[in-house]
């Protein structure tokens, strides 16, 4: 079992199209990591270039933003969901 | 206030709800709301204001309609390529509505007007397509403290969530910041099917809607987010942040300034 990551739609054309994906990570750096070996590219979409998320970026581990819990040090596990929610301003 | 034979005709496909009457009504004809852009959101949004008998709505866009605004914003036809967008939706949504007023405003929401405006109406729609009027948008409503409808939607993703101001997470809690400009690629591949935005506005004529009925619960401290690839709609749930700039314990914005972003196309 892994750790399933949600892709927002305009990142998973760096997916092959797939809306989730299957990470492994004991944290939220480390599956982040992960998801770039994996999809090369969508790291620099979500993180600045000294690695911090960026601040029109929001990650949630089983709905709950990680702001509120330890930043990219949220531990994750095995079965634990995460989504990736940038700010979109398309109208 | 008694309905007169012709509104009751009107409304009656709505009248008809519990929810609604002849009290519901009148809340529609005494509210005022701004929709900030005419577009593919603002289109819907207009559409169900105005036609659910909104009794003041305010329209404010600076640009003309294009070709390519076609697919999606339904509130223009062919012939009005070139004329100035607010002064046609508000055209329209009279033919639609006789009944209420509408004010067009050509020209944009900036930082210049931005709190004036707002402050004359009871709520704002935001309908726009570019950050930093977004990002405008939300610190003017809290800082006059109307309720906002905020609704994004580009690539096969939409995002609506409302917010009541210092009641309720701001899109500044959510989102601290927008893009610097020059910080995210570029937005060639942006681009939205014009039934997808359809949706994205119509959730939010549906939202402003229901917050003057006072039916249901508001989408505060909720971010709906659509999959248009799945057709599926997910929630998060969202809260204030303490270390909001603009609602937030210290805020550091206090007064509207304006603000510099990359245009529409974040991650």
């Given at each position: 079992?892994?750790?399933?990551?949600?892709?927002?739609?305009?990142?998973?054309?760096?997916?092959?199209?797939?809306?989730?994906?299957?990470?492994?990570?004991?944290?939220?750096?480390d599956?982040?990591?992960?998801?770039?070996?994996?999809?090369?590219g969508?790291?620099?979409?979500?993180?600045?270039?000294?690695?911090?998320?960026?601040?029109?970026?929001?990650?949630?581990?089983?709905?709950?933003?990680?702001?509120?819990?330890?930043?990219?040090?949220?531990?994750?596990?095995?079965?634990?969901?995460?989504?990736?929610?940038?700010?979109?301003?398309?109208? | 206030?008694?309905?007169?034979?012709?509104?009751?005709?009107?409304?009656?496909?709505?009248?008809?709800?519990?929810?609604?009457?002849?009290?519901?009504?009148?809340?529609?004809?005494?509210?005022?709301?701004?929709?900030?852009?005419?577009?593919?959101?603002?289109?819907?949004?207009?559409?169900?204001?105005?036609?659910?008998?909104?009794?003041?709505?305010?329209?404010?866009?600076?640009?003309?309609?294009?070709?390519?605004?076609?697919?999606?914003?339904?509130?223009?036809?062919?012939?009005?390529?070139?004329?100035?967008?607010?002064?046609?939706?508000?055209?329209?949504?009279?033919?639609?509505?006789?009944?209420?007023?509408?004010?067009?405003?050509?020209?944009?929401?900036?930082?210049?007007?931005?709190?004036?405006?707002?402050?004359?109406?009871?709520?704002?729609i935001?309908?726009?397509?570019?950050?930093?009027?977004?990002?405008?948008?939300?610190?003017?409503?809290?800082?006059?403290?109307?309720?906002?409808?905020?609704?994004?939607?580009?690539?096969?993703?939409?995002?609506?969530?409302?917010?009541?101001?210092?009641?309720?997470?701001?899109?500044r809690?959510?989102?601290?910041?927008?893009?610097?400009?020059?910080?995210?690629p570029?937005?060639?591949?942006?681009?939205?099917?014009?039934?997808?935005?359809?949706?994205?506005?119509?959730?939010m004529?549906?939202?402003?809607?229901?917050?003057?009925l006072?039916?249901?619960?508001?989408?505060?401290?909720?971010?709906?987010?659509?999959?248009?690839?799945?057709?599926?709609?997910?929630?998060?749930?969202?809260?204030?942040?303490?270390?909001?700039?603009?609602?937030?314990?210290?805020?550091?914005?206090?007064?509207?300034?304006?603000?510099?972003?990359?245009?529409?196309?974040?991650?």
């Amino acid at each position: 079992m892994a750790i399933t990551v949600r892709i927002p739609t305009p990142l998973q054309r760096l997916t092959n199209g797939q809306g989730e994906v299957a990470c492994e990570g004991k944290n939220v750096s480390d599956l982040l990591g992960d998801l770039d070996r994996r999809y090369p590219g969508v790291k620099e979409r979500i993180c600045d270039e000294t690695g911090k998320l960026r601040r029109f970026v929001n990650v949630f581990v089983n709905e709950e933003d990680i702001r509120f819990l330890q930043g990219d040090q949220t531990a994750v596990k095995d079965g634990d969901e995460v989504s990736i929610i940038p700010a979109i301003a398309g109208g | 206030m008694a309905l007169s034979k012709a509104q009751v005709a009107r409304y009656s496909r709505q009248l008809i709800l519990p929810e609604v009457g002849v009290s519901g009504q009148n809340r529609l004809s005494e509210a005022s709301v701004l929709v900030i852009g005419a577009g593919g959101l603002g289109s819907p949004v207009l559409f169900y204001l105005s036609a659910a008998g909104v009794g003041r709505i305010g329209v404010i866009d600076a640009d003309a309609v294009a070709w390519s605004n076609l697919h999606r914003q339904t509130l223009y036809e062919t012939p009005d390529v070139g004329r100035p967008k607010a002064v046609v939706a508000a055209e329209r949504i009279r033919r639609l509505n006789p009944e209420i007023s509408v004010e067009a405003i050509e020209g944009r929401f900036d930082a210049a007007n931005a709190k004036d405006l707002v402050s004359r109406w009871h709520m704002v729609i935001d309908g726009s397509d570019n950050f930093a009027t977004r990002y405008l948008a939300n610190d003017a409503c809290v800082l006059a403290n109307r309720f906002l409808v905020h609704g994004g939607v580009v690539n096969f993703q939409g995002q609506v969530m409302s917010v009541r101001p210092r009641q309720s997470a701001c899109y500044r809690c959510v989102f601290p910041e927008p893009p610097a400009v020059g910080s995210v690629p570029s937005c060639q591949e942006a681009g939205v099917l014009g039934a997808e935005a359809g949706l994205i506005g119509s959730l939010m004529a549906h939202e402003a809607l229901k917050a003057i009925l006072g039916v249901g619960e508001p989408l505060l401290n909720r971010l709906v987010v659509f999959d248009g690839r799945l057709s599926r709609f997910r929630e998060v749930p969202v809260r204030r942040n303490p270390d909001c700039a603009v609602c937030g314990e210290h805020p550091t914005i206090n007064a509207i300034q304006s603000i510099e972003s990359a245009p529409t196309c974040a991650g």
